[in-house]
């Protein structure tokens, strides 16, 4: 078994596409090996900002040889009426390189079994490996030099090793070589000896390959350097890849700033480390601390130039934020508001301030009816009065210098200037958390003002972009439909709220400047938002059969449905229920008259029926259905529905549709 190495190096990559090229390096050599039928163990993939590197393991030395049959001309026309061949079966077994003895005729055809030969493994990777490295695709692709071939930056080395022999290959202007490159700052023109050596060769040069070991010392470092001061360090998931993906050999560097920064929102000094410096803030005892980790791709202990360096960008981007954050605190938070009537919010639908005039009808419209009918809920004054201000206040930072600079901590930072505005405590959390959730993973809001002015805000921005034609696609997401959609979700369902979701479409629609019938669409849509977020954990047909009964009128209500028909365990309903469902498919129904039966069995499977009420204690409900099974049975024993007295036979199928009404209440059972 052999061991192939390719390592292409690059002029610094920029981040986002050494992802997507470590994805499409895995592809294109797995199609590749596949394709030829070369057997291999392993394909790893490792990229660092100045090189991307294969490392293929367990490779067989040589295809296996493979027999074929070919198919040839008819018999007559390869054979004359001797059983000589002919010009034509002459001229086949040459072109295939057979003897004229091993042809023989099949099913009135001449065939041919012939060996393709094995191909020997340096050859194929010779042919086929720079043909895979330049199909890698990414943005921003440029010519280089004066070369025709485009790639993101310019190539500086090739190295092509299987075992201990060199594969010479050419990428671009490139041939191959054992020679590698260290770290900048370390040894350069480095042998590989051994395709298995290639990490520990490289580690000895100041160069970690492997990205996933990459980023597992990054966050080791940073933890073991913020805890010689008693601090933890924040990092997200987007700020440890960009990481990962600009340094070779990441040391830590611990830095310090004024604390004066410290008194802008706390939420703003972050987002300019991680998001816009790439550095780590550091938190002790739960507070942001002057002090931050920026991660040096370097070699050496002289640090004096890398923090003075830092500290004056970071500066520069605070004193800005520090500028704008006195500026917008001269004037309250609410003062703000009226300028919301230059911003538009979507091209048709007016501008923010009618928005926010929407999402404050919407909110206490939809907290007078939770008062009405969730019983958690009781006339609360004061809690209507903070709904009705956040949902005022909620929008009004957009106008802000500051939101205009960091514009994804709106609501972060809305929050902090009511705070600064003297706003009640609870209007300050819901400004921040009607946002929430921020995607798939983040927490939902907290406390009910949030909860209510963002489930107001998300179906008022799901309608406005129907009502304005333009729903989401398989390529496009206008104003973040979907999440939005799935944020109401989440929220009632965390919640465990009792809201009409129905009903606040409808509103919400009628608020809307352009008015457009699709009522329909929209709930629709949130049907299957709700079904595609529930199916990570319910089966998807019990939640599609479960969706025929309004199942946005009460989301808590529709998945306390859906458990009871997960443990449906019950044979005979399911038969009777769709056996039902068949024979009325296409009738029409009307009322039951009892003066038509003429069997007993129809008066007792009516009375049964009328029996059975109606509740959310579906588990009950479900063992009143079973209940019925032997009368339903009885009932297409005895009676033969399609009777040719035309009476008889609509009032026995206004029967089975008064049935079906009942199963119906807990599931499409058509469906299961």
Known sequence: ??????????????????????????????????????????????????????LVYGLDNATADEEK?????????????????????EGFA?????????????????????????????????QNVPAIFMKLQGAHFMRWGYNDEKFSRPIKWVVSILDRDEVKIKIIDKESSIYTRGHRFAAQNVIIGRPEDYIETMRNACVIVDQN?????????????????????????????EVTFITEYPVPVMCEFDEEFLTIPEEVTVTVMSSHQRYFALHKDGKLINKFITMANYIGTEFKNIKEGNVRVIKARLD????????????????????????????????????TQR??????????????????????????????????????????????????????????????SGENEKVVEGIKEHYFPINAESETAKGIEGQIVGIADKI???????????????????????????????????????????????????????????ADEVNEFFVQRMIIFLSEKYNKNILEACSNNNPLNDIADYVKRVEIVSNLNAAQLLENANRVIRIIKDSKSGSVNEQYF????????????????????????????????????????????MDKDENIKNNRISLLSLLKEKYDYLADFSKL
């Open 94 to 126: 040459k072109k295939n390189n057979v003897s004229p003895e091993s042809l023989y005729v099949e099913n009135n055809y001449v065939h041919a079994k012939i060996v393709i030969k094995g191909k020997n493994i340096k050859e194929l990777l010779a």
């Open 460 to 518: 008022d921005t799901v309608c406005a972009v129907f009502a304005a034609g333009k729903k989401p696609t398989g390529s496009s997401d206008p104003l973040g439909v979907r999440r939005a959609a799935l944020g109401v979700i989440k929220t009632i369902l965390d919640a465990d709220l009792k809201i009409d979701i129905n009903k606040y479409i409808k509103e919400a629609l009628k608020g809307l400047p352009v008015q457009r019938d699709c």
């Open 69 to 89: 049959i070919i198919k040839g001309p008819i018999a007559n026309i390869a054979f004359d009426e001797n059983g000589n061949l002919t010009k034509a079966g």
């Open 213 to 241: 070991e990459r980023k597992e010392l990054i966050i080791q470092k940073a933890k073991e350097e913020a805890a010689k001061i008693g601090a933890i360090p924040y990092y997200t998931d987007d700020l440890l890849e």
């Open 359 to 420: 999402l404050i009808k919407l909110s206490k419209d939809m907290f007078s009816d939770l008062i009405v009918n969730d019983k958690k809920f009781a006339q609360d004054e004061e809690t209507m009065h903070n709904i009705e201000r956040t949902a005022l206040l909620c929008k009004a930072d957009l106008t802000t210098h500051l939101v205009f600079e960091f514009t994804e901590l709106q609501g972060y930072i809305g929050s902090d200037y009511a705070r600064v």
């Open 320 to 355: 800005d934020a520090v500028f704008f954050f006195k500026e917008d605190t001269k004037k309250p938070l609410c003062d703000y508001v009226e300028s919301l009537k230059g911003v538009t919010f979507q091209k048709g639908m007016g501008t923010m301030f009618d928005k």
């Open 598 to 641: 003429t069997e007993a069995i129809e008066k007792t499977l009516y009375d049964e029926i009328n029996s059975i009420k109606e509740t959310n204690e579906y588990q009950s409900y479900l063992d009143e259905l079973e209940k019925l099974n032997p009368t339903v049975t009885k009932f297409f024993e005895d009676v033969l529905v």
């Open 1 to 54: 078994m052999s061991t192939y190495l390719l390592e292409v190096g690059v002029e610094e990559l920029p981040y986002k596409f050494i992802p997507q090229a470590i994805e499409q390096l895995n592809q294109g050599f797995t199609k590749f090996l596949e394709e030829n039928k070369i057997k291999f163990d392993n394909i790893k993939v490792y990229a660092t900002p100045r090189r991307l590197a294969v």
